[in-house]
Structure formats: structure tokens, C-alpha cells
């Protein structure tokens, strides 16, 4: 079968691989029917995560194939969506959904590493399958689907973890496809004004367009501008989707006192500069995220089927998965107005 | 001065009061600017709480005359609103803005004794100023304003007592002034669905452009539509506006298992048939809220100041205060559309 | 196999029954090491809940002899608990220990019907052994794990849902093995006070030893002496275990304003006189629980083996299942200061 | 009158000062009756933020000696307790206790600057008395309420904001007074254990006799002590009560998969070294807590009247305000087994 094969930095490839079977009696053989690429998947590209020989994709739907023994939440046939972070699939946890605190120490994410491949493929092996697999309502397209395996539930997590409480003041840094999701999110929790921060004039005219104010990071002071906007109270809540150090500590300066700062941008720096006085005189809370998905859907699934969420419109680009390497460069580049990139592994 | 005066049970009078002055060091004097007619005003009017010689009213907002030499955060010439529940104004619960959990018990909702004099008046004596008036922001009009004296906070309360959380389907009993804003604040907490339930057409047309899904009650089986609407499962959370035993009852009913039932309609039986063995295999919970109203205005300004609430949109009717009589019986008979009246004290 | 079987109103039987076995794929057979009798049981026992021909008892704990082709948790030979509430096994409620809340409406209760048989027998078929047997650790006896089943879940989500804070006062109604577990984990939330009401001399000095201040209710004025107790405020929080239409009526009454009632006596009335006035002018939370018992067990177990919780201390008589009727009797009539009986199966 | 004044790094003198007044129509004077030195003092007698001629103290009660027109909660002769941070008084966060995140930007800690005076002296002017002073209740002693002016509510926050659940393993590390405090109010949240981390043998020994399990840091290996002790969870709340780096840093890393750190600890770093990927991959919820001394007290005043909490028994040292600087060179070298000093102004 097809998969997409990370060679070394920069170096995608779609190459013939052995073909994925039932992991196991937990798992199942998925054909997979779309997939997307993440922003995450970029700090395997270009680094500094890169693994050589890594099958990449977490995020992908499909159909199952064949189901292990044990699997009893889905059978052959079935429409599925799948968990990009999984579990043990057998602890208290993860039979909870919270894949992330598996008390088995066995979080894991596909397409990041040799031993879980990526559904950016034509199938793959899906283990621990009824913690991790959810039938697709007829409601619910695959488009839509695919937003529900990370950064839908990501961008929600992040809202849900930045405690916001009807009339207050939002802000969203970073109008990514997570960013975006940031904010529709936060329109969940009843905000008065969500401003909205980012360099990328088409990010900020989109962000208006859902009723945000856009804030231009352009010039370098976007907390000033957040200040001036809040007659110099600061954001009741700050979510932050980019992942950079200054984006962070602008997160922090710009929340104000007793605010709750929600980071799910990724970041990798093990010594980040936290100005621990200015989070003291605020009295912060301060929260990172990686995102337990299952929780997710029992809030998303409804959004979505009943049409108050429309997450396939952060699709701009859909390519067949032969493409996947210039579809990487693109999606890398920002070139195109690109904001998500959908595959088609029939093509 | 004039104020509208209850003689008795349907005798209302618009009569020469003696004129309303600073009640203690603690009060202010109010020209009143705009007044509302209450639901709630009709349990005096109709009985069965009928106090012969009440001047009613307990929405309004107007401008400070003068102010006791205790008050310190308005001044004369301030345009403020009025809480229309108010407490001892000393203890910490009052000044916290939680006036229903008063430590005094000094809880009293203005024009509904002979001791607290209403609002639907030319002047009103404000006691306890401190903890329950508020300046009114210049992005905010009177007609809003005087919604947050009462059934805006009430409908607010109804909603953040329900529980609601993001994807939750949402059950709203009655709509009238009150339900429409319980219904509009519901939309504050990310529901998928809203099921209004009421027997009147232009309310449930209303309810329908509002962006809920109406369910006539007409025929006596909201419950089974309900049970329809939802696959069998009922709602997670209901909000119960009317106040009457069937509707309480229906509320309980239409709940689905760990749902919360958040009752704000005003029932005065002191023994309504509960369905106990119906909560606990529902594991239910059950609320009534009397409102603290000032606890609600630092998320409600906000969202009426950027244009997420537009709570003036009830108003149906605006009348003079001499018309009061007739305000009255056409709200009471509920004729000509009416959803709600607001008073002009100067005409 | 011997089993406890009721025959009809107050005839109890230890028959000879067919032998259990393995219920399904999802379930196991598990020899009953031992059981207990639960006040709930006497809803059977003495009406009006009687169904002839049960095979009684919900609350037990044994060693699995077989497993169902799909059970993976456990295996022959453990040392097990099951909760005494089970659902369908399935659905994302269940998997997450939620039974109550079933999705498929799958909630059952053993020992009440023809179709779910009891464990006061010396074997029992367990179905949706997955989601309702839990190992037991070492540090935990039979005698403790067989509390964990039903009566200390039921006691810790009592407290659990009556929004304790810490300083609160609190008021425990009923001193029986369920209140004095409530009162239990009610101090597991810190308050400053807890007033214990019961009528029963030795059931108010048990109380009095674990920290708590009795309130001899013989007189039929414990709500009057709850007032004089806190200076006219009542209590925050109220925790009603015992069922009866009067002593909810009590845990209303002496509610503070603001304060939360929860229900955990099993009350059969489908019209309980509810004085809804009382509940809006102290703005109440009402809750009624059915316990969702495999959701207590992450924090029971740890506060049982670290010490914390003595639970095993409630059993004041210790019996043969073939003395089952005796032990009935003697527990429906509360003779001598019987609070709890554990039955051993092989005697 | 005499006052505590810091001429310069390590150097104090007990000082005639001006007499002390009346602040303002909404302050007081105070003769003080007990005070005492708080860990944070030593902040500006050793550096870095030292300020010379600052009249040191915040912790401190007494006797009201004559109010402002505009008080109205104590008049003069009452014995009370002063918050040790206040705001400006006014704002609706100040009249609710949160002064932290007062909205005027008034937040402000007495003693450590030359515009509000301290309390380590025979008087001292209170200025927002209102919201910041609370009439100390007769079953409260001097000593006690003490410690209700700063350390005590600290703790208390930190225990409160490290969402401890019952039945959770809590690390406190740092077991001078606050952390001490942090330990037992962890206590009123129903842990099933909790690992207290100090080098101090009597340090180590007081926790453990308060029931915790002591954790000697001594070696350097706290870390993995904590995860032996845990079975290679980690704690699933860590409170953090020393502020230096290095102690933060262990708090991040003995949390478990979705826990909570807070830091109650002052840590003056602007640019700590925060790992970020640590804490995405535990999902980590990080808080820094100045405490809005006020909100506490509705807590913390029954808890100690009602005999739960013995705040005082953290005295080791009662000295005369004549023997200050002796007191400051004690505490800060930790001579002689000293937890706290308290100090008399009469002597």
C-alpha cells in the first residue's frame, strides 16, 4: 500500500510500503478515506523532530476493514473517526476518553514515531480501538469528521481550559487552523469581545468575519494594542495557538488580573522565560494542553450535526495523497492563502 | 408625586403619593426615567398576593436627585439602574452583590410591601445604594438598563443554574419575557439545540427566529415531542419559565438522566407534587432561584455593550405612567401581542 | 447452590437454586466470599417494593471462577468487588463508570427483579464484568470492599453533591450505615461543623465519637434546634438519608439561603409535598442520587488503604447465609443496636 | 510612638516615628495589640527588595482607636484583623473581598513601601477599612487572628487553587509556616495522602506528626522519592511554598498526567526556566497566588472557632516589639527551631 514516508528533514516521499493489518485484538484495519496534515506534522518536517523513516498523519477517518477480537464499539463496514492520541485502551482513564493521563503511561501519537504509523496512508492499524474509534454519525461528513481526531477538539480543549465565563474578554493569539478552531470554541462560553491576534492580513480578515476583532501583530505590539482595546484592563482569558516564546510571554502580559492563560500552541522549549512576579501580582493560571480527543466528542459531535459548527471551512486545499510532498512544501511555505490541506489517499 | 398605587385585587390608580425622599444615610433619591411591568407585579394584581395600598414597581432606572452621606459610589446627575432585590446593603453577601443569601436577612424586592416603595413612580427612595445600583454605562440605553433591574439577571440565573455545558440539548418551558431571555442567555453556554415549549404562536414564531426549535404545547404532549425531538433521551438541562404545577412537573419529566431542572417561573405551592423516585432514578438535580441581581451585571453590561444581548427587543408596548391602569390589563390578559410593557413616568 | 430468596412480604427462604454461570461474553461467574443486607433491601423485605421469587442482594464481593470470551480486566482466581448498580456495559456513560446515566438505558440494580438474580448466594453471574468489577488491592479487606459496592458510594456522593466548601456548616439527617458514611465523607470537604440528627440514643453518641454534634430528634423539633445551633442562619449544606417525606421536609427547612439538599434516603413518593416558596426564597439546590458506584471507587480505594476510612466498622453483626431470615428480621427491627450484618456464603 | 523601620540589608531599629492617624474618611487607626514577621519580610531585610526607611510589617491586629466618616463595619473599641493586602476599597472586586484583582489597580501589601506604612509598630493608619478589616469574633484569640492577616489565607489558596480532589496523593514542598498551613488546609480536601518536602529533620518531623509522610530532600532526590512513594505516578496536586527555582522546577516534575501546581512560594524571577513540553505532556495546570486575604475568611474564621484549624501553634517565638531586630536576625538565620516570631508592642 501507499503511505506517506518522512525521509529526513524536508524530505516527504509517498512510497509503497508493507500493507497495515489488524494490530492486535484491540485494533482494527482501517481504509482510510481522508486524511490531513497538522501543524504539527511540521516539527517532524523541518525539525527539530524529525524522524527518518517515520509513516506520518494523525488526523484521518475511514472505513473498517476487519476488527480484532475484542473490539465490540464498531465492526466492518462502519464509517470511523479515529483518536490522532491514544491509550492503553484498558485503564480507568482511557476507558474515559482522557487518553492523556492513561495510567499506564501509554499516550501515544500516530505518525510520529516507527512503532505507531500515521493514517497519512491508504490504511493503517488502529490499536486499542474502543477507546480510540467513534462510528461516524450519518450527520457528519468525512470533511468533518477528520476536524474531530485532533485540532477540532484541541481548539476546544483550549477554550475549555482558558475558563471563560459569559461577558468576558477573550483573546486568541495565533488565527492557525487550531486558532481558528480557539475561537469558535471560545464563542461557546458566551464571551462579550474576543480579540483576535495575528501578522497574516487573510488570518485577521477571517477572524473578523466571525465576529472578532482582529488585532495586527505586524508592528510588534500587540499587547500594547490589547491594552488600549481593554481601556488597560487586559483579556479575562488568553489562548494561546502558536507556540512561540514570544507569543507566550505576550499571552502572559496581556492577561489580566486572575485570568486563566490556555497554551496550545506547541512549544518545545525546556527553559521558557516564565516571568514568574508578573504571574504573581495577577494571580494567573497558566495551562498547557495535550488534548485527551475522546472527551471531546460528546460536546463536538452534537455542534456539528446540529450545524452550529462548520469545521470543513477551514479546508482550503484538497490534493490526493500522491501530492503529499508538495503538499507538504505548500502547507509549510504558507504559500497560497493555505490554511489546512486535505488528502485523498484514492488519488 | 405620582405613583401607581394597588387598591385592591385588579384596582390599580395612578394617584398623588407624598413625594419620595433620600431614605436614610445609606439611600439615594431617584427621579424615575423609565419603569417596566413585571410578570411578577401580576401575582399582586391578580392575587394571590395582593397588598391593598402597595406602590408597585420594581423595574426601573432613572436619575440620582441626591444621595445620603454614606453612598460613595454613585453621585446626583448619575444615570444608574436599580436592582429590584435588595438586602441589608452591610453584610459581606450584600456587598458581594449576593443580596438573596443576605446574612441579615434583609432581603426585599422593592413594591411589594407597604415598608418598599416600588418604582413605577415619578421618584423612588433607594435604600442601601452602595450594593444595589449600578451607574449606567454610556454604550447602554434606558430600555436595556431597565431590563437589568430583574428579568434579564433572572433569565441569566435560570440559565447558568441549568448546568448547560458546550453540545448540550436545552429545554426552555414558557416563553414570555422572562423564558425569551432564559432562552438567549442558554446561548451563552454552547448548547446544540434549544427546545421552546409554549401554547402561543407569535411566541414560538419568535422562539423559531431566535434559533431555537419551537414545540408547541397546545395539545397537552410537550413532553412526548420532546422525547421525539431528542431520540428518547430528553434534555440535559431544563429551564422552567412559567411557574405552574404542570409545567414544573413537565420540566422534571423531559429531563434526561443527570440532568439539571432550573426552575424561574414563580410557583407559591407549598406543597407541589415532586416526583421523587422519577429524580433519583435520574439522579437529578432540581433548583429555584430567587435572583441576586447585582451578582449578573458584570457579565450582562458587557454583552449588551457589544451588541451580543439586545434585551430592548421585548418591549412590545411603551406607555405613559397615567396609562398604568390600562398597561396593566392588557399585560395581565396578555392582549394584542403583548410580551412587555415599559412605563414613561414623565407622561 | 444456596441462595437468599424471598418468597413474599417479610419470607425470607435460603433455598437451593439452580447453579449460576457465566451471563454472557461480557460477563463472569464469581464466588461470593461475602455479602451484606442494605437498607434498600428492605424496600423488598417488608414492601413496597416486595417481588416474589428474587433472589436478593446487591452489595457482595468473591473470587471470579470464569470469565466471558470477552472480558479483559480480570481473570479466574481474582479477588473482585462489583457495584451493586450496573448498565449496559457499552455505551461511553458506562465505560466511564456512569452507569446511572446509561446511554441504552441499560441501569439495573442486582437482587430486585427476576432477571438480575442477587449476591447473597454463594455464586453469582456478573454481566458487563468489565465496567463493573474492579480488582481489589491488598491493602483492602473483604470486609471493606464489600462497603464499596453500594452504602459508602452512596454516602460519599451524598456529600459529594451537597456542595460542601470548606467552613460550611453541615446537617447529616439519618445516622443508619448510609448517614454515618455521609457524614463521614462530608468531613472529606472540610467543614466547620456537622450537626447529626437522628432518634436513636447509640446511633447519636457513634456520631458524637467521629466529631460530629448530635441532634436528638425524639422530640420532633430538630429543625428548631438546627436554628439555635447556627444563630438563626441553618446549615449550608443537607444531606437526608434516611427517606422519609418528613425528614426531606426538614433537611428543606433548616436549609441557610443559598444552600444545597441532598437526597440520598430512598423516597418512593410520586407526589412528595415540595413547598417550592421555601426553595426560591433561599434560592435551594435539590439533588435525589442513585449512586453511579464504579465512579467513586478512584478516590474510595485510596482513602481506604492509606487509612483514612475505616468503613469495615459499620458491621455491628457478622452472620452464616443460612441465618439469612434471622438476620432480616433482626435488622428490619433494628434489635439489639444492630447497624450493618455481613453474612458469610459458606456458613 | 515607635515603629519597625529598615534602614538598609539587614539592618532594623525599633524607631520613634510620627503618630499614626486616621487615613482618610474611609480608614482607621489602629493601636496594634499583636503582629508578627512573615517569611515575605525577609524579601526586603535581606534583599533584593529592600527599602530603606520602609516601616516594615503586614501582618497584624489590634484595637480601633477612631474611624473615617465613610467606615462603617467596626466602630472604635472593636478588636479586629486587617488584611495584609488591600485595594482601593471601592470597586466591585475589593467590596467582594478578591483585592488582587482590584479594578482601580489598588492593589497594595502594608509595610513594604514608604506610602503604606506597616504594622509591626504600636499603631498604624488603615485606609480602605471596609473591605479590608474584619471584627475579630470572641472565640478567636489574638494569636489566631494573627495569622488570618496573611500566611494562614495563603496557604489556604494555595491548598484551594491546587484543585485537590478526595482521594488524591498531594505533594507540599517547603514546610516553613505557610507551607505548614498548605499542608493542613490540603487536609480539608480529603487527600488519601500527603508527601511533605523539606530538608529541616524538626520540619519533617511537624508534618509527619500532622500526618503527612515526610520526604527529606537533603539528598537532592525529593523527585524521585516522591515518584518511589507513588508507585512512578506522581502527585496529582503539588503545592510549591518556598519560591526557589529549584523547588518550582521539582513541583512540575513530581505531577502527575493532569495535575495542578501551585505556587504559593515568592519566586522573583522574570525569566524562570518553564518546561513547556513537560507540562503539554501532563496536561499541567500551573497557578501563582498572591491572596486576596478577605475571600478567606468566610472559610477560615469557623474552622478555627469551631476548633479544626490551631493556626497559633505555629508560634515557636513570642517576643517585645523593643526586641525587633533580634527577632529579624533569628528568623532569617533559622536559629534556635524558629517557625514564626510573634511580637507584643506593648514591650
Known amino acids: 500500500m501507499r503511505a506517506v514516508v518522512l525521509r529526513g528533514e524536508r524530505d516527504i516521499v509517498v512510497d509503497d510500503v508493507p500493507d497495515a493489518g489488524v494490530p492486535g485484538p484491540d485494533g ?24 527518518p523513516g517515520a509513516h506520518l498523519g494523525h488526523e484521518f477517518v475511514g472505513t473498517v476493514e476487519a476488527i480484532g477480537a475484542d473490539v465490540h464499539t464498531v465492526r466492518a463496514g462502519d464509517r470511523v473517526l479515529v483518536s490522532g492520541v491514544i491509550g492503553c485502551g484498558v485503564c480507568a482513564a482511557c476507558r474515559a476518553g482522557d487518553v492523556v493521563v492513561c495510567l499506564n503511561a501509554g499516550t501515544r501519537v500516530f505518525g510520529t514515531s516507527l512503532e505507531l504509523p500515521g493514517g497519512q496512508a491508504e490504511a493503517v492499524g488502529v490499536p486499542a480501538a474502543d477507546t480510540s474509534v467513534l462510528k461516524i454519525p450519518d450527520a457528519i461528513s468525512d470533511e468533518q469528521a477528520v476536524l474531530l481526531t485532533d485540532i477540532l477538539p484541541t481548539g476546544y480543549l483550549g477554550a475549555q481550559r482558558a475558563d471563560i465565563t459569559p ?9 492557525g487552523p487550531v486558532g481558528v478552531f480557539a475561537l469558535q470554541c471560545a464563542q461557546l462560553y458566551g464571551p462579550s469581545r474576543i480579540l483576535a491576534v495575528d501578522l497574516v ?10 465576529g472578532a476583532e482582529p488585532i495586527d501583530a505586524a508592528d510588534g505590539n500587540a499587547v500594547a494594542k490589547i491594552y488600549d482595546a481593554t481601556g488597560g484592563r487586559g483579556a479575562n482569558a488568553v489562548i494561546e495557538a502558536v507556540g512561540a516564546d514570544q507569543s507566550i ?9 486572575g485570568a486563566t492563560v490556555s497554551v496550545i500552541g506547541v512549544n518545545l522549549n525546556l527553559a521558557f522565560p516564565f ?6 501580582m495577577k494571580r494567573l493560571t ?4 495535550l488534548a485527551s480527543i475522546p472527551t471531546t466528542w460528546s460536546a463536538l459531535v452534537p455542534l456539528i450535526a446540529s450545524g452550529k459548527l462548520h469545521p470543513e471551512e477551514v479546508f482550503t486545499h484538497r490534493m490526493g495523497l500522491s501530492e503529499a510532498a508538495e503538499a507538504y512544501r505548500v502547507f509549510d511555505a504558507r504559500e497560497d492563502g493555505v490554511l489546512k490541506v486535505l488528502l485523498d489517499p484514492t488519488t
Chains 1, 2, 3, 4 share one sequence.
Open 201 to 210: 492580513p487573510d488570518r485577521l480578515a477571517r477572524a473578523a468575519a466571525l
Open 275 to 280: 516571568p514568574v512576579p508578573v504571574a504573581l
Open 286 to 289: 497558566f495551562r498547557v494542553t
Open 249 to 257: 510571554n505576550d499571552a502572559i502580559l496581556c492577561a489580566a488580573p
Open 167 to 175: 461577558g468576558d474578554v477573550v483573546v486568541v493569539i495565533g488565527l
Open 28 to 51: 482494527l484495519l482501517l481504509r482510510v478515506d481522508r486524511t490531513a496534515i497538522c501543524g504539527s506534522d511540521l516539527h517532524l518536517y523541518h525539525g527539530p523532530m524529525t524522524v
